[in-house]
């Protein structure tokens, strides 16, 4: 499966890479560490007339410490990410979540940017040209069917990424670089939840920092995920765990998930459900149930619908317990 011709830009800087940007937009399509872009370039899924090579942006690639809590550039690698001494003292579930991903070679490459902007996946749609021709393609690409809800109009199309669940729980904000100059919003507010256009981002656009808050510093953290092989897999269902005690109670608490629709998305009513109470078996098979109610997985991967939900409610009394504990 051959690369499609496409034309290559490389910025050395923010400003250069807004400008590339706005002059090829809508033809043009980011590129950071290439390691879902390639794959899916090479199964057509995208044929951009222009590739813009991120890599090249110095500014993008640090993790620092500020007033106002860490931050993270889009560019810095999965990697970096995980063995950052500043991230696994105060922000742990994260590094744990970036240690879970894929493999030491393709952590190397894939940046958080990356990870945060990955496009959503199915099975109807992660295949070959041909073999999206031979099914009559699919709503999310070239075509006007959903495989996985047949007769309906929306795409279920499973955002599969690890570090967003953990980014929620710790209330992150992203950066955003485009012609009208920066943005910032709550990562929360950056999924649409549906599988098609899945993120709010203009083609012109540009994840350039993520933020975590002070406040979020020190909280205990544990990142769950269901995959096929023990390494080298997307996650099936994945499930983030950030809670804060104090006197042996928890004083406040994130549940969020991943890789069971289209969406990451946090667990509405656990933090209600646990702040303020001792966790008890009871309180973390309740805050399990909750979990599995939020998740929707559907027949888009591999693994079937049920075994996925359950395993949601499984991995979160488990997380639970082990951030308790
Ligand atoms: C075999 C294999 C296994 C994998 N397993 C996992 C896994 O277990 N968990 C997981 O989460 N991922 C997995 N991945 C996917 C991928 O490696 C990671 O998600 C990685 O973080 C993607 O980052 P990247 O920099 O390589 O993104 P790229 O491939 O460069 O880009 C991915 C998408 O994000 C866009 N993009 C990238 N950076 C930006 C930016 N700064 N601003 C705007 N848009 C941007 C690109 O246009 C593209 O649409 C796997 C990939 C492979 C090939």
């Known amino acids: 499966m051959s690369l499609p011709q496409f034309k290559l830009l490389r ?5 250069e ?29 995208f044929e951009p007339r222009y590739v813009l090579d991120i890599t090249g942006i110095a500014e993008l690639r640090d993790i620092r410490r500020t007033p106002a809590g860490v931050e993270i550039g889009a560019l810095a ?10 991230l696994r003292e105060l922000y742990p579930v994260l590094c744990e ?27 109807w ?12 393609f699919c709503i999310k690409k070239d075509g006007n069917l959903c495989h996985v809800a047949p007769g309906g109009d929306f795409c279920w199309a499973t955002f599969s990424g690890d570090t967003p669940p953990a980014l929620l729980c710790l209330e992150a904000e992203i950066e955003i670089a485009g012609p009208q100059g920066a943005r ?15 993120r709010n981002l203009q083609n012109n656009e540009l994840v350039t920092r993520v933020f975590l808050p002070a406040a979020m510093a020190g909280y205990r953290g544990v990142y769950r995920k269901l995959r096929l092989r023990g390494s080298i897999d997307y996650p099936l269902a994945g499930v983030a765990v950030a809670l804060k005690r104090s006197n042996g109670h928890i ?12 969406a990451p998305l946090l667990v509405k009513g656990a933090t209600e459900a646990l702040s303020g109470q001792a966790l008890t078996e009871e309180l973390a098979l309740r805050v399990g149930d909750l979990a599995a109610r939020a998740a929707k997985p559907l027949t888009t991967s591999v693994l079937t619908p049920e075994y996925r939900r359950e395993m949601v409610r499984v991995f979160t009394t488990r997380a639970l317990r082990q951030a308790a504990d």
């Open 97 to 123: 979540a970036a240690a879970t991903v894929a493999s030491p070679v393709l952590r190397n490459m894939g940046t958080l940017g990356g990870n945060i902007c990955l496009d959503t996946r199915c099975l």
């Open 77 to 86: 690698t999965l990697a970096q990410v995980e063995r950052s001494p500043l």
């Open 17 to 45: 890479a807004v400008d590339f940007l706005a002059r090829h937009s809508p033809h043009v399509q980011v590129i950071a560490g290439g390691t879902d872009l390639i794959p899916s370039m090479r199964q057509k899924l």
């Open 184 to 198: 910032r919003l709550p990562l929360r507010e950056f999924y649409t939840g549906a599988g098609d256009r899945y």
């Open 251 to 262: 004083a406040d608490a994130r549940v969020a998930l991943t890789a069971v629709n289209p």
């Open 11 to 15: 910025p050395r800087t923010q400003a």
């Open 125 to 136: 749609y992660n295949q070959s040209l041909a073999w999206r021709k031979g099914c009559g």
